[in-house]
């Protein structure tokens, strides 16, 4: 009989083949169901010790790599493996989240007393006490258990972007927008590899499920180029397009125009990296150059996507790495060699358009959290199917697990940006006002699989 996963929620019943389809159906529904909004947890009835707390948050956090979520192979996985990743799943994410508890306790006190911060404050309080009894995972049925609960918490903090920026828009007299910044800086990084660990177990489990049953080990050669969340084969000219196609859409809607755009350089380029991140960062990169493209009155300029692979790293400069990169040390210690060449080229992406650039005034701030667009009338958004006075051009999907639009937030380039930067890349603009903008996306890349 095979063991798999009864997921409660929006995970239920879903074969998750790649990355895109993984958080469309964890976490991304347009049209959420009844429990859509029992994502916020009163104070947790597990009562966890302070000291517990600080003792979790004193411990340095383990600094995640793209390769230390595929060091588990390819799905799907033997269960060795499966119970690999479901204990280094539960090593880091406790400490993570005590964390993210004590910068909110750091806050000042009439800070978190806000209601949408202390809900926030709440929902993370009340997943670590529902992590904390886990012991090592040594059975099928403990495994099945902890993906259940994991898949639950993805989607209790599928929301914290938006309420986390609702609150401080309502604490605005008692917080400086610098201090704003830099909590948010932190703790939206720190949330990027909170999810990814959560979410890469999740999509690790349900490509392996069928197989538990089995008296046979899963054979590892798959024809899939996804590892749970992550596409090893991930061709970025066809997020390009896939993104152009939904934000022209939107243009078409709102200006009565369709942008148009050109990929030149290596559109067959492919490199490993998680798709719903690329697909943020290209989402909001298009959006500011059709818009900016349109509103110029410049809409017969295509937008030019410059599509750029790194040269392979050197045999010199690889054997100063090769002590380091072939292998991977994780949290306790354990060995483990990963399925990838040591080198990783990564990729550039340019996005070129004549929409008359950014003002120098402007061009400081645009890596700065803004709230001043998101009007106190506005609903929260995921409390209501209408926009309210959101520009429709900005309701476009988040990112990592976002199930809500983050509009008019001035969330949109540095999030973008802090997507980037997590595993080694980078944004940077460089503006040439009255003319248009050069727009420059690195991603560092992962490496070419092993065959």
Sequence with gaps: MNSYLPLSRSYRGQNIRHSRSFFRYASLNRYPSPSAHKWSHPPSSTIIADNEIARLASKPLHALRLEDLVKHGRP?????????????????????????????????????????????????????????????????????????????????????????ARGFLECRKYISPTEVTRFLDEHLRARIGTRLIAEQHIALHLSSQAHQGSHTEPDPGSSSSYIGVIDTALNPASIVNSCGNFVSEICELKYGVRPSWIIDGQPETTFAF??????????????????????????????????????????????????????????????????????????????????????????????????????????????????????????????????????????????????????????????????????????????????
Aim: hydrophobic residues 35%; glycine residues 8%; charged residues 20%.
């Design 274 to 451: 998680v798709p719903v991140h690329l697909e943020y960062i290209i989402t909001e990169l298009l959006k500011n150059a059709f818009r900016a493209t349109v509103e110029s009155g410049r809409s017969n300029e295509p937008v030019v996507i410059t599509i750029a692979a790194e040269p392979e790293l050197s045999a010199a400069n690889d054997s100063l790495n090769k002590s380091t990169s072939g292998l991977i040390l994780d949290d306790n210690s354990n060995f483990s060699i990963k399925p990838f060449e040591d080198s990783a080229p990564g990729i550039t992406i340019r996005i070129r358009d004549r929409g008359g650039g950014i003002s120098p005034e402007v061009l400081p701030n645009v890596w700065s959290y803004s709230f001043t667009t998101f009007s106190e009338e506005d609903e929260l958004p995921g409390q209501s199917h209408s926009n309210g006075n959101m520009d429709a051009l900005n309701v476009l999907s988040g990112a990592g697990g976002e199930s809500s639009s983050i509009a008019g937030l001035g969330y949109g380039l540095p999030l973008g940006r802090a997507y980037a930067e997590y595993f080694g890349g980078g944004i940077e603009i460089q503006s040439l006002y009255g003319w248009g903008c050069d727009v420059y996306l690195r991603l560092k890349g992962l490496g070419r699989p092993k065959t």
């Design 76 to 164: 799907p996985l033997s269960t060795v493996a499966l119970f690999s990743s479901a204990n280094f799943t539960l090593d880091l994410l406790p400490n993570r989240l005590a964390h993210r508890i004590q910068a909110l306790r750091n806050l000042p006190f009439i800070v978190v007393s806000n209601p949408n911060i202390s809900r926030i404050y709440n929902n993370y309080l009340h997943s670590l006490s529902t992590l904390l009894p886990y012991k090592t995972i040594s059975t099928l049925e403990d495994e099945i258990r902890f993906t259940e609960v994991l898949a639950d918490l993805v989607e209790t903090h599928s929301h914290t972007i938006p309420t986390l």
